[in-house]
């Protein structure tokens, strides 16, 4: 069910990615971001931010680094802005744009989230780095938007680190109900907060259904082996992803394989 979920909502983005028939050419970038610059020059922030909410769905890798400028400075609606923008592409520009920028909005913990929930956008295994390594930032709710966004990209490359902070969690959750024995344990409840987004987590990507660490870490070494994966990849020509059962062919459905450079990794997601 949870699942299911997750499928609909990236349906919905492949959908309206798919509106557009294709990625702008260089020239037609440079036109919109000379158009942007003009309107950027703007005094007032809700016109900047219109104009970073104009240049956002042209896609172009010239566009991504543009947008990946400004999730350094400027103000926090602004940031935020462009960070949402880079999320709807899963270049290689916005990726390493938005990793890079996590540590500089260190005082700005929304624009952090809106990092992180734009990384889990992209959709690719490329983004699981910078994911993964918030997931101990437990302040301002940064870690929960960390096990979020690795909950939207739903990859097997998450469990690992997931089962640790599930660990974690699960340990103060035993203190917070008195079950570790001690009085004098106070539970860290940020730090406990983390126990249900990690177990919806795990079970989105595995199946599983285990409402402890010690029961999901028995059931991932009877079951893990048996999990099947299937291959997601993003075709340029057409902005949308294709699924590869485990075992079958690469062959983009959107455009007959045709176009060059077709067939970009994303990730590896729980067959169905
Ligand atoms: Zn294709």
């Not at 919905?12 to 294709?22: D, E, P």
């Not at 809700?46 to 769905?57: F, G, I, M, Q, Y």
């Not at 079951?223 to 020509?237: D, F, N, R």
Request: proline share 4%; charged share 30%.
């Amino acid at each position: 069910m949870l699942r299911m979920t997750t499928v609909a909502v990236a349906l919905v983005l492949s959908l309206s990615a798919a509106a557009k028939a294709r990625a702008e050419s260089d020239d037609e970038a440079k036109t919109k971001i000379d158009e942007f610059n003009k309107a950027f020059a703007a005094k007032d922030e809700s016109a900047r931010v219109a104009a970073v909410e104009a240049l956002a769905p042209v896609m172009n890798a010239s566009v991504s680094k543009v947008l990946a400028g400004l999730l350094a400075r400027d103000t926090q609606d602004v940031r935020i802005a462009a960070a949402k923008a880079l999320g709807r592409v899963a270049d290689d520009a916005a990726i390493t744009g938005l990793s890079g920028a996590i540590e500089a909005n260190k005082k700005m913990p929304e624009v952090q989230k809106a990092i992180l929930s734009a990384l889990g956008s992209t959709d690719s295994e490329k983004a699981l780095p910078a994911i993964h390594k918030m997931f101990d930032k437990y302040k301002d709710g940064v870690a929960a938007a960390a096990v979020d966004a690795a909950d939207k990209i739903c990859s097997p490359a998450s469990i690992d680190v997931l089962m640790e902070v599930f660990h974690k969690a699960d340990l103060e959750k035993a203190k917070a109900s008195g079950a570790s024995g001690s009085n004098q344990d106070t539970p860290n409840r940020d730090i406990e907060d983390l126990f249900d987004p990690t177990k919806k987590t795990l079970g989105d990507i595995t199946g599983g259904s285990e409402v402890s660490y010690k029961g999901w870490k028995e059931w991932y070494k009877k079951e893990g082996g048996k999990l099947k994966w299937t291959s997601v990849y993003w075709c340029p020509g057409t902005q949308k992803e294709f699924d590869v059962a485990p075992g079958a062919q690469k062959l983009c459905p959107n455009d007959g394989d045709k176009v060059k450079g077709c067939g970009v990794f994303l990730k590896k997601k729980p067959a169905p």
